[in-house]
C-alpha cells in the first residue's frame, strides 16, 4: 500500500519542499495551509501519517493533534517548527507526537521521522 503523507504549515515554501522531498521518494503527498483544512478533508481518513508545523495561524498544530486524536485518528504525528522552544516540545512529545523538527532541518532527519513514523502504522490505525 503507497503511504499517504498529509503536510499541514501556513508558509507554502515549507509545504512545497516537504512535497517535492516525500514526493520524490514515492509518497503520495497531500498539503494543505491550515489545520482546519486538514480536518475538513477527506485525507484525514487516509494519512499515514502527518507532517505539522506546530506554530500556524487559526488552529495550532498541537491542538490539531488533540483534536485529530479526540476524533480517533491515530496516524503518527511529526511536528516542525521555527521555534523550537524545550516545553513546547514536550508538550508536543507528551500529547503524543512522534518527531519534532526545528526548521530548517535537513531533509535526512525528516526521511528517518517518516519512516519510523510509517514503522509505527498509520491510516488511521
Sequence with gaps: MLAVISVIDDDAA?????DNLLSSLGYLVHTFASAEEFLQSTHLQDSSCVVADVQMSGMSGLDLLLQMRAQGYNAPVIFITAFPEE??????????AIGFLAKP????????????????????S
Design 87 to 96: 516545553t513546547v516540545r514536550d508538550r508536543a512529545l507528551k500529547a503524543g
Design 105 to 124: 532541518f535537513g531533509a535526512p532527519a525528516l526521511i528517518k521521522c517518516v519512516e519510523s513514523a510509517l514503522r509505527r502504522g498509520g491510516a488511521g
Design 14 to 18: 515549507v509545504r512545497d519542499a516537504t
